[in-house]
């Protein structure tokens, strides 16, 4: 199975994938992580070929701290399970979704973000 985690860089979690700076797709049969840096994925021309990075990846499960409520859906309209982290340390969360100990991530977080007013720093986030 392959999962993504966002990346501010080879060892720490973005708080997201918008923030991030790369995608690392952990492989857990050949115990190995990718890192894409976010540029290669054309996230300046759209979601669309984002999302078929990842895809064409075979990604089945995502790990990230938070998930905007239309990045949840896209993930759950294409079958990809998301799961809350549980820490900002990479190694530690495939160890966590390794030992099945990540929680679904709540699709409420999601939602309370939107009462936020529109600057990324009134919702805890921080802009990059």
């Known amino acids: 199975m392959k ?3 966002p990346l501010l860089n080879e060892k720490e979690l973005a708080i997201d994938f918008v923030h991030s700076h790369y995608i690392g ?3 857990d049969v050949e115990g190995k992580t990718e890192f894409i840096p976010v540029s290669e994925t054309g996230k300046k021309v759209g979601n669309t070929l984002f999302f078929d990075v990842m895809t064409s ?3 089945k499960s995502v790990v990230s701290p938070f998930f905007s409520y239309m ?3 896209v993930f759950k309209e294409n079958n990809i399970e998301t799961f809350k982290a549980i820490s ?3 190694e530690e ?3 966590y979704i390794k030992t099945q100990s990540l929680e679904p991530f709540n699709i409420y977080e999601s939602i309370q973000v939107n009462n936020c007013k529109r600057e990324c720093s009134s919702c805890g986030t921080t802009c990059s």
């Open 3 to 5: 999962i993504a985690f």
């Open 57 to 59: 990846k075979g990604l």
């Open 25 to 27: 797709i952990y492989d």
């Open 71 to 73: 990045t949840l859906r």
């Open 88 to 90: 900002s340390n990479l």
């Open 93 to 95: 969360n495939i160890k």
